[in-house]
T-cell receptor
Framework: EPEVTQTPSHQVTQMGQEVILRCVPI?????FYWYRQILGQKVEFLVS????????KSEIFDDQFSVERPDGSNFTLKIRSTKLEDSAMYFC???????????????FGQGTRLTVV | AQKVTQAQTEISVVEKEDVTLDCVYE???????LFWYKQPPSGELVFLIR??????QNEISGRYSWNFQKSTSSFNFTITASQVVDSAVYFC?????????????FGPGTRLSVLP
């Protein structure tokens, strides 16, 4: 069974520090996503990435956030200067390309719990 | 705009009871996908099912079954003979097909507690 892998599983960082969350999507998938879940709340969309560029982003994804696919296998989320309210579980996901009207397979990683202190 | 509502915030049942988790969605698109995910206490999101808008056939997988009704924009999830291991938060999600892949809109989740 193919899977999306995220590292680290838990990251603790000081406020104001930069963090990079890493994800290895499923190898033949073309669409990549980051989602965030603040403790006890719902899962929220941050950004989608296709063809080496951001295809869509939410209002949460401000200038402090950036994404990159540096080497064709990893997909990273960088938070430039972390704030306390960035503490959350961050999920990476990937989907295979499908034309409109066809099904897609969506796989989520196990998440990275980010704690900003 | 897309929206997913899960009216039940928390449900508690006793083991072996059947339980239905409700999901109501809103979308203007004619092509969309519906999902259920399970989030156990360990935090990961476990994929349970995907349904596309053209397939209203109900599905059964072991103790799990799903009832998709486009007329009421609902995609309800039933666990038969619940077990303690079913205790988790369950999320319903909606995705609309677009040119650049799909992003998911999640409902707020229903926390299911199955008591022994």
């Amino acid at each position: 069974e193919p899977e999306v892998t995220q590292t680290p599983s838990h990251q603790v960082t000081q406020m104001g520090q930069e963090v990079i969350l890493r994800c290895v999507p499923i190898s033949n998938h073309l669409y990549f996503y980051w989602y965030r879940q603040i403790l006890g709340q719902k899962v929220e969309f941050l950004v989608s990435f296709y063809n080496n560029e951001i295809s869509e982003k939410s209002e949460i994804f401000d200038d402090q956030f950036s994404v990159e696919r540096p080497d064709g296998s990893n997909f990273t989320l960088k938070i430039r200067s972390t704030k306390l309210e960035d503490s959350a579980m961050y999920f990476c996901a990937s989907t295979s390309h499908r034309d409109r009207g066809q099904e897609t397979e969506a796989f989520f990683g196990q998440g990275t719990r980010l704690t900003v202190v | 705009a897309q929206k997913v509502t899960q009216a039940q915030t928390e449900i508690s049942v006793v083991e072996k009871e059947d339980v239905t988790l409700d999901c109501v969605y809103e979308t203007r698109d004619t092509t969309y996908y519906l999902f259920w995910y399970k989030q156990p206490p360990s935090g990961e999101l476990v994929f349970l099912i995907r349904r596309n808008s053209f397939d209203e056939q109900n599905e059964i997988s072991g103790r799990y079954s799903w009832n998709f009704q486009k007329s009421t924009s609902s995609f309800n999830f039933t666990i038969t003979a619940s077990q303690v291991v079913d205790s988790a938060v369950y999320f319903c999600a909606l995705s609309e097909a677009g040119n650049y892949g799909q992003n998911f809109v999640f409902g707020p989740g229903t926390r299911l507690s199955v008591l022994p």
